[in-house]
């Protein structure tokens, strides 16, 4: 069993940064892929990026690449995602969530958290 917590979202302006993580406990880390999908008004629940077990291999949605960074530390346990150059229409909930496959499909992620709010607006 594996928990997550996210935090570090608000309220930013566009082309602003925001930094979010994703703290785990329970389970043995390092054997997950932790994947950041998000809901933006109106959407189904998309896929943004994911780092697998390691941290060596990193995956982005096409909307992500190039701006947005994952990065883990599988010491303290975290997953931590970059946004640089952000946009009104990534306003949204992020989620990050534990699979034991390296993947961007939403159906193989066993474990998920509460998620955390993002709004990019001027």
């Known amino acids: 069993q594996v928990q997550l917590a996210e935090s570090g979202g608000g309220f930013v302006q566009p082309g602003d940064s925001l930094r979010l993580s994703c703290a785990a406990s329970g389970g043995t880390f390092s054997e997950f892929a932790i994947g950041w999908f998000r809901q933006t008004p109106g959407k189904e629940r998309e896929f943004v990026a994911v780092a697998s077990p390691s941290g060596e291999n990193t995956y982005y949605a096409e909307f992500a690449k190039g701006r947005f960074d994952v990065s883990r530390d599988n010491r303290e346990m975290t997953v931590d995602l970059l946004m640089n150059s952000l946009k009104p229409q990534d306003t949204g909930v992020y989620y990050c969530?534990?699979?034991?496959?390296?993947?961007?499909?939403?159906?193989?992620?066993?474990?998920w958290g509460q998620g955390t709010q993002v709004t990019v607006s001027s």
């Open positions: 969530a534990a699979s034991r496959r390296y993947t961007n499909s939403q159906a193989q992620y066993t474990y």
